[in-house]
């Protein structure tokens, strides 16, 4: 179990890791980085909040993340007001570029799109009256195949 965990815990750094140190050898500012950091915190923080509550399912908040990142890419990809200067995803590297009106706009979105897909994955879930029952008997299953 607990390796496991290590695993996880590597995987899950090298994914978030690799990425800020590539962008910081490309020569983006500290202060863009963290406004994009800010933005992928955007993409799950509804179905985040949606999923504390015991009727939404873990299928449908994990749905609103990535309804949120993909319309973070979409936007940034289409660009808005002629900011993309015809490279997609340039501005997010550029000085300045994550302070454009495409990024408004993302932050704007981004939410919305999250909050409203975590809502239509979670109907048919909440129409066969999904509670979640909590943690025991996950917790017994657990405890069972550990033998403990």
Known sequence: MRTVLVV???ISATIVN????????????VLSLFVM????CATC???????LSDR?????????????????????LVGINGENDGTPMRMIIKPGGLYSDTSLTAFMIVPGAS??????????YHN???RFAG?????????????V
């Open 18 to 29: 690799v990425p800020a140190i590539i962008l910081s050898t490309a020569g983006v500012s």
């Open 37 to 40: 950091a800010d933005l992928v």
């Open 45 to 51: 923080v509804v179905p985040l909040l949606m999923g």
């Open 115 to 124: 909050f409203f897909t975590t809502l239509l994955v979670n109907i048919p």
């Open 56 to 76: 939404i399912h873990p299928t449908a908040a994990a749905a609103g993340c990535f309804a949120g990142l993909a319309s973070a890419v979409a936007i940034y």
């Open 128 to 130: 066969k009256g999904y």
């Open 135 to 147: 943690f025991g008997a996950i917790k017994a299953q657990a405890i069972e195949v550990e033998g």
């Open 8 to 10: 996880n815990f590597v």
